[in-house]
Structures are given as C-alpha cells and as structure tokens.
C-alpha cells in the first residue's frame, strides 16, 4: 500500500456456527495472498493463566467483557497506519494466551471475523463493509458441538451446560440485535454463492487498486 492508500476493512460476524469463519476463509481465499489479511477476535479472548484452571471454566467467554476488544482496535489502528502488529494466539483448552504473537502485516483488505464485532461500537466503527451470516440455531447448535468435542477438549455435558448456561443467552443478549449494523446478510449458513460473489468481485478491485484512499 501507499501513503495515499488505507486497508479496506471487512466484518464478519454472525451466532457460533453460523459460518462465519467459512465466509471469512473464502473471501480471502479468493484474493492473492499478499492482498489479503484475516484476524478472529477470539484470537483476543482475556489471558487467564493468573486464575485456577477449575475457575476459567466459570467464565462467561460470549459476554463482550471476555475480549480485550481494546488491543484489537488499536491493533486495527496500527494497521491502518501501515504498521505491524503481533496479534495474540490464545489456547481454548486452557484460557490462556500462548507467549508468542502472530506477526499480521498491513494488506490492502483485512478480515476480521467474530461473534461479538458488531456489539462493540468502537470495532464496529472501524468497518468499512459489515456481514452477519444468519444461520438457523440447529445448524449452529450442531456445529458447536461438533467442534467443541473435536478441537476443544471438551465432553457433552460441558457443552451443554455452557450453552444453556452462556451461550444462548448472550447470543439473544448481544449477537442477534447487533444483525441490525450489517450491511450485508448472508443466510443459509454461509453457502449463498450469489451473496459471496458480490463481495468477492468488491474486495477484488480494493485489492488491485492497492486498499482505499485513506482519509
């Protein structure tokens, strides 16, 4: 990029299991990759490694205050500058922050994905385009599950419980009215080529022309 140019920021939020990772992943699969940068607000989630491991499991991880949205707007910040910033790997299993960073260049697109960025007014703001992907709750019910036994570490009973415990009533609390500041909704759980092309042939020409002129 140039001085006379900014990174073309996109949001992409959406209910766990909506898909929304999946239309992170093919918006940026479809553009070069030196064009194109991606950054999940869960990558943000509060280091934990100063409570007992049987007291991060209490936490509620889908309530706004679980991420440090802070260092990710001035994360965004940086980025627009033309500056580098060491975006944090956070581990699942057990809460915590892993010590080394994930070095993310500035592009002339950046993804970012998450369940709560529209929530959060001064991440919101930063979006030049918003997408909710609006998935049916069974679908995204299943998915939950699915990745949690899978990748997390977890049983069924803690899935459970955190959903009904957490999950849900933060998603009717936060997620589902923040909907109302996308831009774009693409239902069917990610899969609606159509919606998908419109903003790929978008975020094709913010690539080549190097980002947008910044202000």
Do not use: C
């Not at 009904?164 to 909907?179: A, C, D, L, N, Y």
Request: proline fraction near 7%; hydrophobic fraction near 40%; glycine fraction near 6%.
């Amino acid at each position: 990029m140039s001085a006379a140019t900014r990174p073309f920021f996109v949001g992409i939020a959406g209910g766990t299991g909506s898909g929304k990772t999946t239309v992170a992943h093919n918006l940026h699969d479809a553009l070069p990759p030196d064009r194109v940068t991606m950054i999940a607000h869960d990558s943000y989630y509060k280091d934990r490694s100063g409570m007992p491991s049987h007291e991060r499991d209490k936490i509620n991880f889908d309530h706004p205050d679980a991420l440090d949205s802070a260092l990710l707007v001035a994360h965004l910040g940086e980025l627009a500058a033309g500056r580098e910033v060491d975006v944090p790997r956070y581990d699942f299993r057990t809460h915590t922050r892993l010590p080394d960073g994930h070095r993310v260049r500035p592009s002339p697109v950046i993804i970012v994905e998450g369940i709560l960025i529209f929530a959060e007014p001064r991440i919101r703001d930063r979006f030049d385009v918003k997408i909710y992907v609006d998935t049916d709750v069974d679908i995204r019910i299943f998915r939950r599950l699915r990745r949690d036994l899978a990748s997390r570490g977890r049983t069924f009973e803690q899935v459970d419980e955190q959903y009904h415990r957490t999950v849900r009533p933060m998603h009717i609390e936060f997620v589902e009215p923040s909907r109302r500041w996308a831009d774009i909704l693409i239902p069917e759980g990610g899969n609606n080529a159509i919606a998908l092309d419109l903003v790929v042939t978008k975020l094709q020409k913010v690539a080549a022309a190097g980002g947008v002129p910044s202000a």
